[in-house]
Each structure stands twice: as structure tokens, then as C-alpha cells.
């Protein structure tokens, strides 16, 4: 199968890459950053998702599916930017999947989708509406590029599109919001407040992306790995201090005396629990993660010890 990855240079990228090509598939990747070291079986496009040239991609090489992970949070990029990259880039992505008979797109989204509060669910179902553009307006732009990924499922189909809602990533490459914010040696938390958290290896997220693929479900997914546990033993866990804050202080302090850079709508996200029901893409896929809440945390603390 010739599979497009629009994003392929970041990490989970490279390592879904990496597994396609081990089951035999061709690859060709679409990214304004560079990957130097790319196995030789990978075509590498060095342009931007949004512009003629990565529609000429898909009208030259006419990719059978496409895997779509080129989106940004807020950790990298500014407001603006991230409507352009999240937004745009996901309607150009299906546009062009659409014109160029592309025969299963598959969305890579988060589970941050739903939003924390305190009246929210314990458990998320993919029916659930997606609270965070009120709880974390710096969610806004992911939000909408979800929202449009699963407009496909109804406005193009012929296409089948497969929407996965992540839950956080921890592993030792540090990819992800959650490994970003535990890589300090302080940890700050609200007072009063220890939710749970749900998270999975990298490795378990590109082969749950690759199944999907191969499966080649149609629908809205959730998909997580092991049982989440709390923060305050996530935080211990990987050798890190736990700071309790009282919420007031926290929002003051964020940034500052090595404390995390985090936007005021993240607050939410460390008072109350964002956890998602995976069931459906078990059934659908068979998808069993391979590694342990234990060993993802053992892995992130070798990779990251604290001084």
C-alpha cells in the first residue's frame, strides 16, 4: 500500500514510518521540517501540507491512504499559526484526499478534545461533546480540526476515514504535553486536587496508528493503553518533586523558578481528570498496548533523570 504522512518528521511520525515499512508498505512523507536520517525507503517532500506543491504530491504519486498527524499544539506554536497549521492543513489534507482518490484517511487527534471540568465524566465516549474550546481555548484550533476530520465521514463516503482520539503519550523520547510537563525537576499541582491520568508509550500509539490503517476502520475511536493513575504518583514515579499550590499562586508562578509554561486554560487540566473509554477500538481493531503504565514511566525517568 502507498500510505502519504503529512507531519512525518515528528516523532510519532518517524516511528509509524518506521513500522510501515517494516510490514512492507511504500511511504512518502510530507513535511516543512527536515528528516535527515530517513530510511532510504521513505520519498521525503519538504513543502508545506497547505500549498500547490503537497497537492502535486498527492496528484503525482496518488497515495492509497493517509495518515494526517501534521497538527501543533500550543506548546509550539502562537494562536494564529496553529488555525493556519491545524486547520487549514486538515482541510487541505481531505480536500486533496478527495480529488485524488485516496481510499482511507486517517485523523491523529487527542483526547484533550473533551476537556476537563468538574462536572465532566469519568469515562469520555467518542459521542461526547467536546467541552474544551470553553475550558481551554488554546485547545480551540485541535477542536476544530477534529471536528472537521469527522465531517468526512458523512460528506465524502466513498472515503474511509478513521478519527483517533489519543490519549497523552509518555515514553523516552519525551514527546507530548504530559512529557513536557513533568520534564522539570519541580512539578507544580493544585492544592487540593489529584486527578488521574491516562497515558501510553510512543510505541503503543504508532502501533495502534498502523492498525488502524490495516484494520481500516470507519469511525470516530478513542484509543488509550493502560489504567491511568494519579498525578501525584505519576509525579513521584518519575522522580520528580511534587509542589502543591494554592490555584492563585499556581496561575502567578506558572513559567517562572523552573516551573512549567503552561496557558491559564491548562489549569483545568490539572484539576480534574481527562479519561477516555477505549473499548469500541479494541473491538474494533484488536489493539492490545504492549507496555505498562509501569515500564512508560520507568523509560521516561531513565531517559529524563532529574539533577
Known amino acids: 500500500m502507498r500510505v502519504l504522512i503529512p507531519g512525518i518528521s515528528g516523532v510519532l511520525g518517524h516511528m509509524v514510518a518506521h513500522r510501515l515499512l517494516a510490514e512492507g508498505h511504500e511511504v512518502i512523507g510530507i513535511d516543512k521540517r527536515p528528516w535527515p536520517d530517513a530510511p532510504p525507503g521513505v520519498e521525503m517532500h519538504h513543502v508545506d501540507i ?18 494526517h498527524m501534521a497538527t501543533v499544539t500550543h506548546l509550539v506554536a502562537r494562536t494564529e499559526e496553529r488555525y493556519r497549521i491545524n486547520l487549514g492543513g486538515t482541510r487541505a489534507v481531505f480536500e486533496h484526499a478527495v480529488q485524488y482518490g485516496v481510499e482511507h484517511a486517517i485523523f491523529v487527534g487527542r483526547h484533550t478534545y473533551y476537556g476537563a471540568g468538574p462536572d465532566s465524566p469519568l469515562y469520555h465516549h467518542e459521542d461526547d461533546p467536546p467541552m474544551a474550546v470553553t475550558t481551554f481555548p488554546e485547545l480551540s484550533d485541535l477542536v476544530a480540526a477534529d471536528l472537521y476530520a469527522c465531517t468526512s465521514l458523512w460528506r465524502f463516503p466513498n ?16 514527546h507530548g504535553t504530559l512529557a ?6 519541580r512539578v507544580p499541582t493544585i492544592l487540593g486536587f489529584d486527578p488521574l491520568y491516562q497515558f501510553m508509550h510512543e510505541r503503543d500509539v504508532a502501533n495502534a496508528i498502523v492498525l488502524a490503517l490495516t484494520s481500516r476502520i470507519r469511525g470516530v475511536y478513542n484509543v488509550a493503553g ?16 511534587q509542589i502543591p499550590l494554592p490555584e492563585v499562586v499556581f496561575a502567578n508562578l506558572l513559567g517562572r523558578f523552573g516551573l512549567p509554561r503552561l496557558p491559564k486554560g491548562a489549569l483545568a487540566h490539572i484539576k480534574y481528570p481527562v479519561v477516555i473509554d477505549a473499548e469500541p477500538f479494541r473491538k ?5 498496548h504492549e507496555i505498562s503504565e509501569i515500564q512508560a514511566i520507568q523509560e521516561y525517568r531513565s531517559a529524563f533523570p532529574v539533577r
Open 50 to 67: 497547505r500549498k500547490r506543491p503537497a497537492e502535486e504530491v498527492f496528484r503525482k504519486r496518488r497515495p492509497h491512504a493517509v495518515i
Open 159 to 174: 472515503l474511509a476515514t478513521s478519527v483517533l482520539r489519543f490519549c497523552y503519550t509518555l515514553g523516552p523520547t519525551g
Open 180 to 185: 513536557t510537563f513533568l520534564r522539570g525537576r
Open 226 to 241: 493502560p489504567q491511568p493513575v494519579p498525578l501525584s504518583l505519576l509525579i513521584r514515579d518519575t522522580g520528580r518533586v
Open 284 to 288: 474494533a481493531t484488536g489493539f492490545q
